[in-house]
């Protein structure tokens, strides 16, 4: 008999990120609060439920098309359209499992084995998680805090190479709630053309934010070289209804609705249906989701006030990035830390990039009591960390 062959080594050294470590750790810890998880509090709106469940019982339950069903398509298409003020092709629209379906879909549409992909730092995981499986080098460019979790072009052009193809940007940011600006995007979508480049845009976020406003990477007139990621999970607390669109360059929607087939199929059509109640219902659901998400950044600004902590104030998403440098280790270290000590449990920044390990990420997607409390203790414990630090680095 021979010994059993090696299974894959690409899927054996998918990148992982630390936050499954900080869950199981959270779960053996008492009376935690957790500023980790990153999907909204509230389970999704009834109408959407019961709509949806009258379309199942009317007997929605077969598969649907690879692209999806197609009046969904248009009510995105038609969504769409009105935001960026002129019309979309229905046949432009996928609708994917959530939107890191699309996210896959158009990264796998554009990359071949050894291609290079611009993706930030810091940036949600799954981007180079992707990038991976796709045989690609996921190449990082920086947001620093200094300038507001930005890119900069010009770090972005030396980045570019022959083998680029594409370049991954989030806005509203996970994890940084930094919003881009129009010439920034306009700046972007001008760098694409200039190199032939791809614009892989998660726009996942586009319905949470406060200050300023969503600008898409749709808006520049460079539909060739642009796919936009969003869909309901966020603006809708649809997150476990795993729906997602991702709108295509026309010559690539055929390709992208196609790599659904040995993917999922086709995403669930139960939950395609309640999708399509979601646009045709009443929009005032987003409009609150927003207003409670923006009570809850205000109070963690508040909380943070007086302090170096919070290097920016998020514009959008519902997420901050927290400085921890002051508690003196890496962020997976601090987070242990803050766990075990002060039993709060955040996201160390290493998962979103080398850049970002000075980091620890908060979620404000929990009630405001809990929350105001997550962050007294967070704050408690850097101040505490960061004297004995500070008193470690004077005796040294
Ligand atoms: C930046 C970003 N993009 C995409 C997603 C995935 O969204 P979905 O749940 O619709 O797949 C998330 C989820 O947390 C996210 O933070």
């Known amino acids: ?13 998918m990148p992982r990120s630390a936050i499954r470590e900080i869950m199981a750790l959270a779960a053996t810890v008492p009376n935690v609060i957790h500023l980790e998880v990153g999907e909204p509090d509230a389970i999704t709106p009834a109408p ?11 007997g929605a339950t077969k598969y ?17 359209g009105a935001r960026w003020g002129k019309p979309v092709a229905a046949d432009r629209v996928v609708i994917t499992t959530g939107a890191i379906g699309g ?16 993706i930030p730092d810091p940036g949600w995981p799954n981007y180079e998680a992707v990038a991976h499986l796709a045989s690609a080098t996921a190449v990082r460019y920086r947001m620093p805090a200094s300038r507001g979790f930005l890119p900069d072009i010009a770090e972005l052009r030396a980045l570019v190479t022959p083998r680029t193809k594409a370049i991954l940007i989030n806005t509203p940011g996970n994890p940084t709630g930094a919003v881009f600006p129009r010439p920034l995007m306009q700046a972007i979508v001008d760098l694409a053309r200039e190199h032939g480049l791809y614009i892989i845009s998660d726009e996942i976020y586009e319905d949470i934010v406060f200050d300023g406003t969503h600008v898409s990477a749709a808006e520049f007139g460079a539909d060739e070289h642009v796919f936009i990621v969003s ?18 360059p ?25 999708g399509e109640a979601a646009l045709a219902g009443d929009q005032k659901v987003v409009d609150d989701f927003r207003a409670m998400f923006q009570r809850r950044r205000d109070l963690v600004v508040k909380a943070f ?46 998962t979103f990039g080398p850049d970002t390990d000075k980091y620890v990420r908060i ?17 408690t414990f850097l101040e505490k960390r960061g004297s004995t630090s500070a008193k470690r680095t004077a005796h040294a």
Request: glycine letters at 6%.
């Open 1 to 13: 008999m021979s010994s059993l062959r090696a299974p894959a080594r690409r899927a054996g050294s």
């Open 48 to 58: 959407i439920i019961e709509k949806a469940f009258a379309a199942v019982r009317d």
């Open 64 to 80: 649907a098309p690879n692209a999806g069903l197609r009046p969904l398509r248009e009510s995105v298409a038609q969504r769409c």
């Open 103 to 118: 996210l896959f879909s158009s990264l796998f549409a554009v990359l071949d084995p050894g291609d290079e992909v611009l």
């Open 231 to 248: 869909g309901w999970s966020k603006s809708y607390a649809m997150t476990g209804w795993r729906l997602g669109w991702l709108i295509c």
């Open 250 to 274: 026309p010559h690539l929607s055929a390709t992208a609705a196609s790599l659904q087939e040995p993917t999922t199929s086709c995403a669930s059509t139960p939950s395609q249906m309640a």
């Open 305 to 350: 006030a007086g302090t170096d902590y919070l290097p920016i104030v998020p514009a959008g998403a519902f997420y901050a990035l927290v400085d921890v440098s002051a508690a003196g280790a890496s962020s997976f270290e601090t987070a242990k830390a803050a766990l075990l000590e002060a039993a709060v449990a955040v996201v160390p920044g290493n």
């Open 363 to 379: 979620a404000y997607t929990i009630a405001d009591k809990d929350l105001a409390e997550g962050v007294r203790r967070l704050r």
